[in-house]
């Protein structure tokens, strides 16, 4: 008998608990929302700005995630930038010719984000690696791209194999073109 007491009480207690919580949910301030959907909100707010189609924002989100599963400790921080290990990708929207982040005011954003002095910055398809720290990097691309090695004169970025030895190298300051295919690691510095 003592046992059916203890669970006929301790059910009671879970549904009291879990009605506490639904009505604390429902009494919310109107406004109160969680970070996942306020996020989510400001994303939508930037592909609105820019003048995206809810499937063509749909489509940016994807290739966004497809990033995020490839590189290990990334984040996205706006609708159409990541961080990462070692710098920042900013993938392409529907309609650029190269990637400018959709978190900048729209005047500022119609020009292509430049490569920053002591960066390291591929381009593929209009998306945009930029590399600022030291360190070896994955890189998943295929496919013909460009490079701008805008580090301190004379800083020596290397492009490796799948055993990373050394597939071929470039010394600062230059740019010049690229084949991804072959190159499994980056190290910009």
Partial sequence: MNRIRAFMLKATVGAVAVGALAMSAMTAPAGAQTA?????QT???????????SDQAAGLQERVEGYLSELAGSRQVSANRITMPGGDVTVAAPG?????????????SRLPAACGSGHLCLYRGGDTLDYYRCGTYNLSWTGDGTFNNNQTRG??????NSNRSERWSNVAPDTGTAS??????????
């Fill in 180 to 189: 991804w295919s072959p190159v499994y690691y980056v190290v910009p510095c």
């Fill in 43 to 53: 994303y939508a707010a930037q592909t609105d700005r820019a003048g995206l189609t």
């Fill in 96 to 108: 650029q010719r190269s990637a400018r982040d959709l978190a900048l005011p729209p005047v500022s």
């Fill in 36 to 40: 996942p959907d306020q996020t989510r």
């Fill in 155 to 160: 800083t020596r970025a290397r492009f490796l």
